[in-house]
């Protein structure tokens, strides 16, 4: 498989760096979902993987995550291989879109990106919800969007509404959605339905920064 995965439409207008989760790989059943129905809505979509996730694909054995600063590092590359041309927005699902927050500052600061996506933000690991990972996004004077299911158990709606954000920052709840938008059949929704919604809301935050 090739280092990177581009979905372009024929005159896209901005370009979003897509970043997979701890577990899953840049092709994954999400990544493929969102990123498609980004194409459609006008937005070239780069993936790639971080070396650990790499490294999986060639050694067979299930590696963790880099540490936070290579993980930093690596995304940092790929921010300056493909900022250029268009308006680049940078995120991920839950710890790429963690990642991407992480530079936003400095990256937007330097020019290189116009804002964030996280879909499904790990505002704090399973089943510890005090241990924060949200110092950050007090402050953050980058736009950044975060789509997260309502009852997601590394953030849900009653939790990340005492969080006290920076003003920058917009969430977007998927009703009875998980970590991965799934909701239960109960509820009247679907997955499918809720990666759509998250595929539109994300794209009109694009597509809206940029006046388009």
């Known amino acids: 498989m090739s280092d990177y995965l581009i979905d ?3 005159s896209p207008k901005v370009r979003f760096l897509f970043a997979h989760g701890a577990g899953a790989p840049m092709d994954s059943e999400f990544m493929q979902a969102l990123s498609q129905g980004l194409c459609g809505q006008g937005v070239e979509v780069m993936r790639f993987e971080f070396p650990y996730m790499a490294q ?24 300056k ?15 790429g879109g963690r990642v991407a927050s992480l530079l936003a500052d400095e990256t937007f600061a330097e020019g290189l990106i116009a804002g964030v996506v996280c879909l499904g933000y790990p505002f704090h690991p399973q089943g510890k919800p005090d ?19 309502d009852r997601d158990r590394l953030g849900n709606r009653v939790e990340v509404n005492t969080y006290g954000l920076a ?14 938008f799934k909701p239960r059949r109960a ?26």
Do not use: Y
Request: proline share 6%.
């Open 8 to 10: 372009s439409p024929q």
């Open 56 to 79: 999986r694909r060639t050694g067979g054995s299930k590696r963790p995550p880099n540490t936070m600063p290579q993980l930093e590092e690596c995304f940092r590359e790929q921010i």
């Open 81 to 95: 291989r493909f900022s250029g041309g268009l308006p680049l927005f940078i995120g991920g699902k839950s710890m």
């Open 131 to 149: 241990k924060l990972r949200t110092e950050h996004l007090q402050a953050i004077s980058c736009p950044m969007l975060i789509v997260q299911g």
């Open 167 to 180: 003003a920058t920052i917009e969430v977007e709840w998927l009703e009875d959605g998980d970590h991965d």
């Open 187 to 212: 509820s009247g929704f679907t997955q499918a339905g809720h990666w759509q919604s998250a595929v539109e809301i994300a794209a009109q935050f694009m597509l809206r920064s940029q006046g388009r």
